[in-house]
Each structure stands twice: as C-alpha cells, then as structure tokens.
C-alpha cells in the first residue's frame, strides 16, 4: 500500500479478510532453484531469538520495495503487472539495479472476490505467476493483502480521491453517507475525515454483513491456491503474508482508545488470519501483522497508542511489521529543512524496541518519500537517513563511537517499484474524463524508484548510491554492528555523514572518498558464510575487503577453502554478494568494505587491518 500520497500521510485499513480453506490437492513437483544457488541457499525464514534466521541459523535482512502501487489501479485489473514478462523485467532490474533481495507482493481483494462467495481463480492465478518471476529471480516474496481507504467503490466518479481493497458487494452491503473529505490537502487525511470510509472501515472490523468473514475465506482460498500452485522450492521462497495493509479503526466505540482497539478488535483478526495461514499449508510462516497505523507516527497530534502492545510475546508465528513515513516532512509545514545524519534514529528505535519486547523479527513494510511536488527537494536526505536508520540505532557521527549499541539490522522495503511509473493509462473511479498517466496514477503520488526509458528499458529515478547498497543479507551468528556510508548526493553535494575517523589514520586513507560498509559479528559455528550484497558500485576490481578472516584487493571467487570471496546472488540476474566464511563459533569478527582504493599497497593494507584490529578489540567485548 502506500500511505504517504504524494504528500499526505495518513492512511487507513480496511477492506481484506480471510476464510479457512483447508488445502485440496498437492503441491507441484519440486522445481529447480534459482540460477546460481550454492549450497547454503536456502532462503526459507523463520523467526528465533528475535530475528529472522535461515536453515542454518544465520540472521537475515529482507531489503527491497513494493510491488507496486499499480495493484491499487483498475488498468491491469488490480494486477502488479500487465504480463509475466513485465513481471520477469521488473524482477531482474530490482536485483540488478535496485539491490533488493525481497518484495512485497500486493494483492487485491476487489479482484480476488469480485462477487460474493465466488473466487476469481483466473486472478490468484495470474498473480501466483507474477510471484513466480520474483521468486525465479531469486527473491523472497511476502504477499500483502492491500488497501487504503477501504475501497474505490466509496468514492464518486469526480472525486478528488479514490481508494482500493474491498470490493464494489462489499460496499452495497453497508448504507454510507456520501463521501466527502472536507477541507483536505492530502490523500490519507480521508482516513479521519470522511465519513464513508470511515463507516465502512468500522464495519469491516465489526463484520457488519459478514465482511470480515467473507474477506477471511478469500484470504484463506488465496492461501492454498499459492501452496497449491508453487513448486516447493518457490514455496520456500515465501517469507510470510501481511494480513491487512494500515489497519485503522476508522471510528472508535464509547471510550474505546486505540490501545484497546488493538487489543480487542485487531488482534483477534490476526489470530482468525493466523488459523487460515495453518489450514492452508502456511504454519511454517509469518504472519506480518502491523499495528494500529498511527501508532509511531512523528507528529504528536496523530499518534495514537498501540504496537500491539496487549498481544504477548509474538515469537516465531509472528513478524511486528510497520510502516514509516515523515509527515512533517510530508507536510511541506512541519519541518522546513531537510534532513540530517540521524534523523530518525529514534523512531526506528521504536520499533527496534518493541520488537524486542514482543520477542520476534521487526520488518519497515513501507517507507518513502514523494520524488515529485513541493516536498521533493527532501526527498535525497529523507531517504537516506531512513536507510541509515534501517542500518544501525546510531546516527553516524556516534557510531564509531559505540559500534556495539548499533543493534540488529532492520529488513524493510521502500514504496514502490512501479516500472509503469508516468505510463500509466488509469480512469480514477472508472471516470473515462479524468484519466491518469503521470507519477503513480494514484492520489497525486510520485514515489516510485523506478521507470522505463523510451527504449522500455527499467532506469533508476533515484541515486543509484542510495538504493543499490551494502548490507548483511545473511549474518552466520548474531550481528554486533553495522554501517555503511553510501555517499549518495543531494544534488550536486554528496552527503558523508559517517566518515571514518581521524583516529584511524590508514583506514581513512585506504576508504578515501569512496563508499564503505562495517560489520561486525560474533560467529554461530555454521559453515554457511556470511553474506553482504554488492552494489554495482562494487566491481570486483574496485572492492577491498579488510577483515581478520583476511585482507584482500580484488576478492576472489567463492570456494569452499576461500574465506572472503565474491559469487554471484541466486536468480541469474548479474547481482553479487561477497561471501565471508568463519566456521568458528562465539568469536567476534570484522570486515571492511570499500571501493574507495584502486591497487593499495600491501602495506597500507596491513596497518588498515592492524588499526582495525585493535579497535574492534576495544569496541566489541
């Protein structure tokens, strides 16, 4: 879904609930794995001592975007993509160009069940192919049943807005008011102000006419078409599902507050979800419930307490998932600046925190920024310092510092990845004179990564730099710290907010100006390697690797008997990653990462390494 419009930022939930099912029929054969699978790659997760970990008990990262807002339009028939073959090269450019290693799938609800009771299977399984292509590519996939403000079937054909998720039946069951926003700039202001979606938010949290119900037995019907119709080798490329995309009461009873809605209404809605996922074949995976959708929020006026703070320790059925946008930024109001090193390192703190109190995984479903509009101008720093958020607790003037309060890496994935995006052919609200082509064709939003040159071919409409990043995809043991100075630009200015240094005088001349990344870890004893994925600003002859396990310029291919190496990613997609192999278990690690040195000498690589060293010695416990 995706909340911030291309400015506004407050969205709702609604409309997309499931049915038990129990799963008919078996899944099909094993298929292949992804082109260039080495023997370690498994890319099942599942959630232990608080982390997402694989079948080796290494800590993964899922990074990556939304795929894609254009599932909210009618021109593809609620569809990320008008063919497989779309799907396959948005897939390949996401890896190769965007340094994703996950997506979030969406699904529609409207197109799911068009009619009441009646499944349309020529859609799941269209979508089920489209999923293919990610999981082909080797991507992990973690489907989302989406919506914002409840449906389009709420809006008039003139409005200034629309909505999507439940369908037109869905709607006619309820008797709402007309709809009508008020005085209202952005988009997801309709979450609070208009009374339709309103009313038809609540019932659907009330199951008023059996629409939680019916919404749970289409989930639950979905959830078995997939199993049913994905190899096991694609299966397990499943991360989990996301039940409901911002969920909102949409109008509180008497004396009700947002933390007992939570607790009374939401969380009961994740169980019944919860109970489909187990009778269709999904109890080995997540459910990535998010919480009430104000509940972080960074303007005081719209927080609203919860995180499903009532719901226990969550443990492995359960991922806390989020989403993350500034609306003061947002605003255009609220803040006038941009943004600075560590910017939001105290709501990514936040979640980091109730994660851990709930005992499971955290994943930043949705972040962004609009690229378009009169906020744009922010958009280079707010990213960044997301990103930056994602990576470590510490802003980067503290985190060489305390590389040890650096905490664990968050998963997350951006919104969006629309290759579509400015191609659009969209009649908002079936109205054939107010027809949408430009940004995202939804709500006024701007927020894609992406787009197609006249040639058709996928192009960045970001900083490479900042999208295509070093991060430890998989950790064999427990992350200690993280970092990475992507040097991404603000236009012409490039943005270091974490330099290294001045007391690590070698380590500061071999990084120069180049783009580096740190991590530090304490090993499990798996034989499985650690894994970082390499930009493409990463060639193999620009890398240099200082770390104990060895110091190395120009990382050679992966072998068994090499402890630092370059192999590439699964899928085919020319995607790297540099593989770290330490068999030891309870020693702490290091490894720098830079592509700022051509052909350094082997002295200053040994006094980097000797630097480095030291300081992790002081550092690391």
């Given at each position: 879904m995706d909340m911030p419009t291309i400015r506004a930022r407050l969205l709702v939930v609604l409309a997309v609930l499931l049915g038990s099912l129990p799963v008919a029929g078996v899944p099909p054969a094993a298929a292949a794995p992804p082109s260039g699978s080495l023997w370690f790659d498994d890319p099942a997760v599942t959630v232990h001592d608080g982390r997402l970990t694989d079948a080796h008990g290494r800590e993964i990262v899922l990074?990556?975007?939304?795929?894609?807002?254009?599932?909210?339009?009618?021109?593809?028939?609620?569809?990320?993509?008008?063919?497989?073959?779309?799907?396959?090269?948005?897939?390949?450019?996401?890896?190769?160009?965007?340094?994703?290693?996950?997506v979030r799938f969406l699904l529609s609800w409207a197109y799911a069940e068009p009619e009441r009771g009646r499944v349309d299977t020529a859609y799941l399984a269209a979508a089920t192919d489209q999923i293919k292509a990610f999981l082909d590519a080797g991507l992990r996939v973690y489907p989302d049943f989406h919506q914002d403000l409840h449906s389009r079937y709420l809006f008039d054909a003139d409005s200034w807005y629309t909505g999507d998720g439940a369908p037109r039946w869905a709607v006619d069951a309820g008797d709402y008011p007309d709809e009508s926003c008020g005085i209202c700039l952005f988009w997801g202001q309709n979450i609070t102000q208009n009374e339709a979606v309103k009313r038809a938010s609540y019932d659907f949290w009330h199951n008023a006419h059996g629409v939680q119900d019916a919404f749970l037995a289409t989930a639950g019907k979905t959830l078995a078409h997939l199993r049913r119709h994905l190899s096991d080798d694609q299966f397990e490329g499943i991360a989990g599902f996301d039940p409901y995309n911002e969920p909102h009461a949409g109008t509180y009873d008497s004396g009700q507050t947002s933390r007992a809605w939570e607790k009374d209404v939401l969380w009961p809605f994740y169980e019944r979800f919860r109970a489909r996922m187990d009778a269709a074949g999904w109890r080995d995976k997540p459910a990535f419930v998010e919480p009430n959708l104000f509940w972080n929020a960074n303007l005081d006026f719209q927080r609203q307490e919860g995180g499903l703070l009532d719901a226990g320790e969550l443990g492995p059925r359960y991922v806390f998932n989020t989403h993350f946008y500034d609306q003061k930024a947002i605003s255009g109001v609220f803040m006038w600046g941009k943004a600075a090193d560590g910017q939001y390192?105290?709501?990514?703190?936040?979640?980091?925190?109730?994660?851990?109190?709930?005992?499971?995984?955290?994943?930043?479903?949705?972040?962004?920024?609009?690229?378009?509009?009169?906020v744009a101008d922010k958009a280079p720093t707010v990213l960044k310092a997301m990103y930056q958020a994602l990576d470590s607790r510490l802003k980067g003037a503290d985190w060489w510092n305390d590389p040890a309060a650096s905490g664990p890496v968050l998963s997350g994935s951006q919104w969006q990845w629309d290759i579509y995006h400015g191609r659009h052919r969209e009649l908002m609200n079936g109205n054939p004179d107010k027809v949408r082509t430009e940004g995202d064709a939804w709500n006024d939003e701007d927020l894609s990564a992406v787009r197609l040159d006249d040639s058709g071919r996928p192009v960045l409409r970001q900083d490479a730099r900042l999208l295509d990043r070093l991060y430890p995809s998989a950790t064999a043991g427990t992350t200690v710290g993280f970092t990475y100075e992507d040097r991404s630009r603000d236009g012409s200015a490039t943005l270091t907010w974490n330099p290294v240094p001045r007391s690590l005088p070698?380590?500061?001349?071999?990084?120069?100006?180049?783009?580096?990344?740190?991590?530090?870890?304490?090993?499990?004893?798996?034989?499985?390697?650690?894994?970082?994925?390499?930009?493409?600003?990463?060639?193999?002859?620009?890398?240099?690797?200082?770390?104990?396990?060895?110091?190395?310029?120009a990382p050679p291919a992966y072998g068994s008997t090499t402890p630092v190496g370059v192999a590439p990613e699964p899928g085919g997609t020319g995607s790297r990653r540099l593989l770290l192999t330490a068999p030891d278990a309870g020693v702490a690690h290091f490894a720098l990462v830079t592509n700022g040195a051509t052909a350094p000498p082997a002295?200053?690589?040994?006094?980097?390494?000797s630097e480095l060293a030291a300081w992790a010695a002081r550092e690391v416990s």
């Open positions: 990074r990556g975007y939304n795929v894609s807002g254009e599932t909210k339009l009618a021109e593809n028939n609620g569809l990320p993509f008008a063919s497989v073959a779309d799907a396959r090269t948005s897939a390949a450019a996401l890896r190769a160009l965007g340094g994703g290693n996950t390192a105290n709501d990514f703190r936040t979640v980091r925190d109730r994660a851990a109190a709930a005992r499971t995984a955290a994943v930043v479903s949705e972040f962004g920024h609009p690229l378009a509009g009169a070698h380590v500061r001349q071999l990084v120069g100006s180049g783009q580096y990344g740190l991590l530090l870890w304490r090993s499990n004893g798996t034989a499985a390697p650690t894994e970082l994925h390499l930009p493409a600003s990463f060639p193999a002859a620009s890398t240099t690797v200082v770390s104990d396990l060895g110091t190395v310029h002295d200053l690589l040994a006094a980097a390494r």
